[in-house]
Protein backbone atom coordinates (compact mmCIF):
# COMPACT_ATOMS: atom_id res chain seq x y z
CA UNK A 1 0.00 0.00 0.00
CA UNK A 2 2.77 2.26 0.65
CA UNK A 3 4.54 1.76 -2.82
CA UNK A 4 1.40 2.82 -3.92
CA UNK A 5 0.21 6.18 -2.12
CA UNK A 6 -2.48 4.25 -0.43
CA UNK A 7 -3.42 5.53 3.26
CA UNK A 8 -6.07 3.30 4.60
CA UNK A 9 -8.90 4.22 7.03
CA UNK A 10 -9.98 1.61 9.34
CA UNK A 11 -13.06 2.13 11.10
CA UNK A 12 -13.47 0.13 14.30
CA UNK A 13 -17.12 -1.02 14.99
CA UNK A 14 -19.58 -2.66 15.18
CA UNK A 15 -20.85 -4.84 18.07
CA UNK A 16 -20.06 -8.55 18.94
CA UNK A 17 -23.17 -10.55 19.40
CA UNK A 18 -21.75 -12.14 22.18
CA UNK A 19 -21.45 -9.62 24.45
CA UNK A 20 -23.93 -6.25 23.11
CA UNK A 21 -26.93 -9.25 21.74
CA UNK A 22 -27.07 -6.51 19.04
CA UNK A 23 -24.53 -6.69 15.54
CA UNK A 24 -24.87 -3.04 15.58
CA UNK A 25 -24.35 -1.71 19.27
CA UNK A 26 -20.99 -0.36 20.71
CA UNK A 27 -19.62 -1.98 23.36
CA UNK A 28 -20.79 -0.40 27.03
CA UNK A 29 -16.86 -0.01 28.35
CA UNK A 30 -17.96 0.53 31.70
CA UNK A 31 -18.83 -3.77 31.69
CA UNK A 32 -15.52 -5.00 32.69
CA UNK A 33 -16.34 -8.33 30.50
CA UNK A 34 -17.60 -5.86 27.62
CA UNK A 35 -14.61 -3.28 27.76
CA UNK A 36 -12.25 -6.62 27.92
CA UNK A 37 -13.46 -8.01 24.80
CA UNK A 38 -13.71 -4.07 22.40
CA UNK A 39 -9.65 -3.66 23.59
CA UNK A 40 -8.67 -7.23 22.51
CA UNK A 41 -10.27 -6.82 19.43
CA UNK A 42 -8.87 -3.17 18.93
CA UNK A 43 -5.67 -4.20 20.03
CA UNK A 44 -5.71 -7.42 17.85
CA UNK A 45 -6.86 -5.42 14.85
CA UNK A 46 -4.22 -2.40 15.58
CA UNK A 47 -1.87 -5.03 15.65
CA UNK A 48 -2.04 -6.95 13.08
CA UNK A 49 -2.41 -4.31 10.58
CA UNK A 50 0.98 -2.55 11.64
CA UNK A 51 2.87 -6.12 10.83
CA UNK A 52 1.39 -6.67 7.73
CA UNK A 53 1.88 -3.05 6.48
CA UNK A 54 4.94 -1.74 8.41
CA UNK A 55 5.87 1.27 6.97
CA UNK A 56 2.27 2.52 6.12
CA UNK A 57 0.25 5.25 6.93
CA UNK A 58 -2.49 3.79 9.24
CA UNK A 59 -5.25 5.59 10.36
CA UNK A 60 -8.43 4.42 13.00
CA UNK A 61 -12.01 6.29 13.51
CA UNK A 62 -13.61 5.77 16.43
CA UNK A 63 -17.54 3.60 15.77
CA UNK A 64 -19.53 5.16 12.53
CA UNK A 65 -22.01 7.81 13.48
CA UNK A 66 -22.53 7.49 16.76
CA UNK A 67 -26.15 9.05 17.07
CA UNK A 68 -27.50 6.78 14.47
CA UNK A 69 -25.34 3.62 15.91
CA UNK A 70 -25.57 4.06 19.92
CA UNK A 71 -27.55 0.81 20.44
CA UNK A 72 -28.80 0.83 24.50
CA UNK A 73 -26.41 3.38 25.44
CA UNK A 74 -27.39 7.30 25.14
CA UNK A 75 -26.60 9.35 21.78
CA UNK A 76 -24.47 12.24 24.21
CA UNK A 77 -21.20 12.95 23.46
CA UNK A 78 -20.43 11.79 26.91
CA UNK A 79 -21.12 8.46 26.37
CA UNK A 80 -19.53 8.66 22.93
CA UNK A 81 -16.70 9.78 24.55
CA UNK A 82 -15.58 6.87 27.19
CA UNK A 83 -15.71 4.63 23.97
CA UNK A 84 -13.19 6.86 21.91
CA UNK A 85 -10.68 7.18 25.60
CA UNK A 86 -10.93 3.52 26.17
CA UNK A 87 -10.01 3.06 22.21
CA UNK A 88 -7.47 5.60 22.23
CA UNK A 89 -5.73 4.37 24.99
CA UNK A 90 -5.66 0.49 23.50
CA UNK A 91 -4.00 2.10 19.71
CA UNK A 92 -1.73 4.88 21.13
CA UNK A 93 -0.43 1.54 23.16
CA UNK A 94 -0.15 -0.28 20.40
CA UNK A 95 1.30 2.18 17.59
CA UNK A 96 2.47 5.39 18.34
CA UNK A 97 2.55 5.56 15.19
CA UNK A 98 -1.01 5.11 14.10
CA UNK A 99 -3.73 8.14 13.36
CA UNK A 100 -6.87 8.06 15.63
CA UNK A 101 -10.14 10.09 13.98
CA UNK A 102 -13.42 10.91 14.95
CA UNK A 103 -16.57 11.39 16.49
CA UNK A 104 -17.79 10.64 12.92
CA UNK A 105 -20.99 12.99 12.51
CA UNK A 106 -22.79 14.94 10.11
CA UNK A 107 -22.16 18.58 10.98
CA UNK A 108 -24.70 19.74 8.72
CA UNK A 109 -27.45 20.09 10.70
CA UNK A 110 -28.11 22.49 13.88
CA UNK A 111 -28.30 19.37 15.93
CA UNK A 112 -25.34 17.60 14.67
CA UNK A 113 -23.01 20.83 15.90
CA UNK A 114 -24.28 21.16 18.70
CA UNK A 115 -23.42 17.80 19.26
CA UNK A 116 -19.45 18.17 17.81
CA UNK A 117 -19.99 21.59 20.41
CA UNK A 118 -20.70 19.45 23.28
CA UNK A 119 -18.08 17.01 22.66
CA UNK A 120 -14.98 19.91 22.22
CA UNK A 121 -16.75 20.94 25.23
CA UNK A 122 -16.16 17.87 27.13
CA UNK A 123 -12.73 16.99 25.69
CA UNK A 124 -13.43 14.46 22.91
CA UNK A 125 -10.54 16.61 21.42
CA UNK A 126 -7.68 14.96 23.57
CA UNK A 127 -8.67 11.73 22.14
CA UNK A 128 -8.08 11.87 18.57
CA UNK A 129 -5.50 13.08 16.07
CA UNK A 130 -8.27 14.84 13.18
CA UNK A 131 -12.21 15.19 13.36
CA UNK A 132 -13.50 13.43 11.29
CA UNK A 133 -17.27 14.46 9.54
CA UNK A 134 -19.56 12.84 7.18
CA UNK A 135 -21.20 16.12 6.11
CA UNK A 136 -23.74 14.68 3.60
CA UNK A 137 -25.89 16.95 1.86
CA UNK A 138 -27.78 15.14 -1.21
CA UNK A 139 -29.44 16.16 -3.29
CA UNK A 140 -28.10 19.80 -2.63
CA UNK A 141 -24.44 20.98 -3.71
CA UNK A 142 -22.14 21.46 -1.14
CA UNK A 143 -21.77 25.39 -1.68
CA UNK A 144 -25.97 26.04 -1.35
CA UNK A 145 -26.40 27.39 1.75
CA UNK A 146 -29.72 29.18 2.77
CA UNK A 147 -31.74 28.71 6.09
CA UNK A 148 -33.88 26.49 5.04
CA UNK A 149 -30.57 24.21 3.72
CA UNK A 150 -27.37 23.71 6.22
CA UNK A 151 -24.61 22.76 3.44
CA UNK A 152 -21.04 21.50 3.87
CA UNK A 153 -19.25 25.10 3.17
CA UNK A 154 -21.10 26.69 6.20
CA UNK A 155 -20.47 23.18 8.36
CA UNK A 156 -16.44 23.21 7.18
CA UNK A 157 -16.69 27.10 8.05
CA UNK A 158 -18.67 26.50 11.24
CA UNK A 159 -16.22 23.35 12.25
CA UNK A 160 -13.44 25.00 10.90
CA UNK A 161 -13.89 28.12 13.54
CA UNK A 162 -14.75 25.55 16.57
CA UNK A 163 -11.89 23.37 16.38
CA UNK A 164 -9.66 26.35 16.10
CA UNK A 165 -10.96 27.41 19.94
CA UNK A 166 -9.67 24.12 20.68
CA UNK A 167 -6.05 23.79 20.02
CA UNK A 168 -4.07 20.24 21.09
CA UNK A 169 -1.19 20.56 23.54
CA UNK A 170 1.61 22.10 21.05
CA UNK A 171 -0.58 25.00 20.43
CA UNK A 172 -1.87 23.66 16.92
CA UNK A 173 -5.50 23.17 15.63
CA UNK A 174 -6.89 19.77 15.21
CA UNK A 175 -6.89 19.00 11.17
CA UNK A 176 -9.99 18.48 9.29
CA UNK A 177 -11.04 14.98 7.74
CA UNK A 178 -14.09 14.06 5.70
CA UNK A 179 -14.06 10.00 6.15
CA UNK A 180 -17.63 10.07 4.37
CA UNK A 181 -19.58 12.09 2.11
CA UNK A 182 -21.60 11.70 -1.75
CA UNK A 183 -24.08 11.78 -3.78
CA UNK A 184 -26.21 8.78 -5.21
CA UNK A 185 -27.24 8.79 -8.47
CA UNK A 186 -30.44 6.52 -8.17
CA UNK A 187 -31.93 5.42 -4.39
CA UNK A 188 -34.81 4.18 -3.54
CA UNK A 189 -36.82 7.65 -1.88
CA UNK A 190 -35.76 11.09 -1.70
CA UNK A 191 -32.16 12.29 -2.32
CA UNK A 192 -30.62 11.07 -5.25
CA UNK A 193 -29.82 13.35 -8.00
CA UNK A 194 -28.73 12.75 -11.84
CA UNK A 195 -25.51 11.87 -12.72
CA UNK A 196 -24.18 15.11 -14.35
CA UNK A 197 -24.97 16.59 -10.42
CA UNK A 198 -23.06 13.89 -8.99
CA UNK A 199 -20.06 15.25 -10.99
CA UNK A 200 -20.74 18.19 -10.48
CA UNK A 201 -20.82 18.17 -6.59
CA UNK A 202 -17.94 15.93 -6.01
CA UNK A 203 -15.52 18.37 -8.07
CA UNK A 204 -16.70 21.29 -6.23
CA UNK A 205 -17.04 19.54 -3.25
CA UNK A 206 -13.02 18.56 -2.97
CA UNK A 207 -12.12 22.05 -3.82
CA UNK A 208 -14.16 23.88 -1.03
CA UNK A 209 -13.01 21.69 1.74
CA UNK A 210 -9.27 22.68 0.35
CA UNK A 211 -10.64 26.15 0.63
CA UNK A 212 -11.35 25.18 4.73
CA UNK A 213 -7.88 23.59 4.83
CA UNK A 214 -9.82 19.73 5.35
CA UNK A 215 -6.81 17.37 5.29
CA UNK A 216 -7.95 14.28 3.95
CA UNK A 217 -10.97 13.69 2.14
CA UNK A 218 -12.69 10.06 1.19
CA UNK A 219 -15.54 10.01 -1.00
CA UNK A 220 -18.38 7.39 -0.26
CA UNK A 221 -18.07 5.42 -2.73
CA UNK A 222 -15.74 4.17 -5.58
CA UNK A 223 -17.68 1.09 -6.39
CA UNK A 224 -21.59 0.61 -5.94
CA UNK A 225 -22.31 -2.95 -4.00
CA UNK A 226 -24.63 -4.83 -5.03
CA UNK A 227 -26.57 -6.32 -1.79
CA UNK A 228 -28.32 -9.54 -1.12
CA UNK A 229 -32.43 -8.65 -1.56
CA UNK A 230 -30.82 -7.49 -5.38
CA UNK A 231 -31.18 -3.49 -4.44
CA UNK A 232 -28.00 -1.39 -4.76
CA UNK A 233 -26.38 1.79 -3.19
CA UNK A 234 -26.04 4.20 -6.07
CA UNK A 235 -23.56 6.40 -4.23
CA UNK A 236 -20.50 4.86 -6.23
CA UNK A 237 -17.96 6.57 -9.30
CA UNK A 238 -18.24 3.62 -11.06
CA UNK A 239 -20.90 0.89 -10.92
CA UNK A 240 -21.37 -2.66 -9.21
CA UNK A 241 -19.92 -5.68 -10.65
CA UNK A 242 -22.84 -6.77 -12.11
CA UNK A 243 -22.75 -3.90 -14.52
CA UNK A 244 -19.04 -4.75 -15.14
CA UNK A 245 -18.17 -1.52 -12.96
CA UNK A 246 -18.78 1.03 -15.64
CA UNK A 247 -17.57 3.82 -14.93
CA UNK A 248 -20.07 7.24 -14.48
CA UNK A 249 -19.32 10.72 -15.86
CA UNK A 250 -17.91 11.43 -12.48
CA UNK A 251 -15.47 8.84 -12.56
CA UNK A 252 -13.72 10.46 -15.19
CA UNK A 253 -14.14 14.02 -13.48
CA UNK A 254 -12.71 12.71 -10.07
CA UNK A 255 -9.62 11.46 -11.76
CA UNK A 256 -8.71 14.61 -13.88
CA UNK A 257 -9.24 16.60 -10.83
CA UNK A 258 -6.63 13.95 -8.80
CA UNK A 259 -4.24 14.48 -11.77
CA UNK A 260 -4.42 18.54 -12.12
CA UNK A 261 -4.44 19.25 -8.59
CA UNK A 262 -1.21 16.79 -7.25
CA UNK A 263 1.08 18.48 -5.70
CA UNK A 264 -0.60 21.64 -5.12
CA UNK A 265 -2.27 23.59 -2.19
CA UNK A 266 -5.17 26.02 -2.15
CA UNK A 267 -4.27 29.81 -2.44
CA UNK A 268 -7.21 32.19 -3.33
CA UNK A 269 -10.72 32.51 -4.22
CA UNK A 270 -12.24 35.16 -6.68
CA UNK A 271 -16.38 34.85 -6.35
CA UNK A 272 -18.39 37.19 -8.70
CA UNK A 273 -22.31 35.87 -8.19
CA UNK A 274 -22.82 31.67 -8.57
CA UNK A 275 -19.56 31.89 -10.28
CA UNK A 276 -15.80 30.95 -8.15
CA UNK A 277 -12.17 30.31 -9.54
CA UNK A 278 -9.98 28.86 -7.18
CA UNK A 279 -6.46 29.13 -7.32
CA UNK A 280 -3.98 26.12 -6.06
CA UNK A 281 -0.63 26.23 -6.24
CA UNK A 282 2.69 24.12 -6.09
CA UNK A 283 5.03 24.54 -3.07
CA UNK A 284 8.10 25.90 -4.85
CA UNK A 285 5.53 28.27 -6.78
CA UNK A 286 5.83 27.31 -10.47
CA UNK A 287 2.75 25.23 -11.51
CA UNK A 288 -0.40 26.56 -10.98
CA UNK A 289 -4.06 25.05 -11.54
CA UNK A 290 -7.60 27.16 -11.40
CA UNK A 291 -10.59 25.51 -10.53
CA UNK A 292 -13.60 27.17 -12.48
CA UNK A 293 -17.63 26.99 -11.50
CA UNK A 294 -20.62 28.27 -11.89
CA UNK A 295 -23.58 26.90 -8.91
CA UNK A 296 -26.47 28.45 -11.06
CA UNK A 297 -27.65 26.16 -12.94
CA UNK A 298 -26.77 23.08 -14.72
CA UNK A 299 -27.66 24.61 -18.35
CA UNK A 300 -25.73 27.54 -17.81
CA UNK A 301 -22.29 28.65 -19.38
CA UNK A 302 -21.35 31.70 -17.92
CA UNK A 303 -18.64 34.35 -19.33
CA UNK A 304 -15.56 34.40 -16.78
CA UNK A 305 -12.56 36.20 -16.74
CA UNK A 306 -9.52 35.22 -15.20
CA UNK A 307 -5.91 35.85 -14.69
CA UNK A 308 -3.45 34.07 -16.95
CA UNK A 309 -0.07 35.56 -17.49
CA UNK A 310 1.29 34.10 -21.18
CA UNK A 311 -0.02 30.32 -22.27
CA UNK A 312 -1.65 27.32 -20.52
CA UNK A 313 -4.07 24.90 -20.94
CA UNK A 314 -7.88 24.50 -20.05
CA UNK A 315 -8.52 21.16 -18.88
CA UNK A 316 -12.14 19.58 -19.48
CA UNK A 317 -13.47 17.23 -16.43
CA UNK A 318 -13.24 14.89 -19.11
CA UNK A 319 -9.87 14.92 -19.61
CA UNK A 320 -9.39 16.24 -22.29
CA UNK A 321 -7.56 19.55 -23.12
CA UNK A 322 -6.66 22.67 -25.11
CA UNK A 323 -3.85 25.41 -25.12
CA UNK A 324 -4.62 28.78 -24.56
CA UNK A 325 -3.25 32.33 -24.80
CA UNK A 326 -4.32 35.11 -22.25
CA UNK A 327 -4.43 38.76 -23.57
CA UNK A 328 -2.94 41.42 -21.30
CA UNK A 329 -2.51 38.89 -18.45
CA UNK A 330 -6.42 37.77 -18.48
CA UNK A 331 -8.13 35.16 -20.24
CA UNK A 332 -11.67 34.95 -21.11
CA UNK A 333 -13.89 31.55 -20.92
CA UNK A 334 -16.96 29.97 -19.67
CA UNK A 335 -17.80 28.69 -16.00
CA UNK A 336 -20.00 25.88 -16.22
CA UNK A 337 -21.74 23.52 -13.69
CA UNK A 338 -19.42 20.81 -13.38
CA UNK A 339 -15.95 22.31 -12.43
CA UNK A 340 -13.18 22.88 -15.18
CA UNK A 341 -9.43 23.57 -14.80
CA UNK A 342 -7.00 26.66 -16.08
CA UNK A 343 -3.61 24.90 -15.80
CA UNK A 344 0.10 26.79 -16.62
CA UNK A 345 3.51 26.63 -15.37
CA UNK A 346 6.09 29.27 -14.85
Known sequence: MRDMGVSPLFVLDYGNVAYTNDPMAPPDVSKPAQAAAWKRYVKETVSHMRDRHPDTDLSY?????????HGALPATPAAYIELARVTAEVIRATDPAATIVGPTQNAV?????????????????DHVDAVSIHPYNNPWGP????PTNPCIEDALAWLRTTADRYPRPDGSALPIWITEVGWPTQFAGPGWVQPEDQTAYVLRTYAIAAQYGVERLFLFEM???TTANGTARTFGLVGNADAGYEPKPSAA???????????KRYV??????PVRHMRF??????HHARVVWQSEAQHLSTPVRVSLRGTGRI?????????????????DMSAKWIPRFVVWDE
Open 109 to 125: SDDERAWIGEWFRLGGA
Open 223 to 225: AEP
Open 143 to 146: ELCV
Open 253 to 263: AWATMQRVLAG
Open 268 to 273: AEHRIG
Open 281 to 286: TSPDGK
Open 315 to 331: VEPTGSEKTVRGTAGKL
Open 61 to 69: EVWNEWTNN
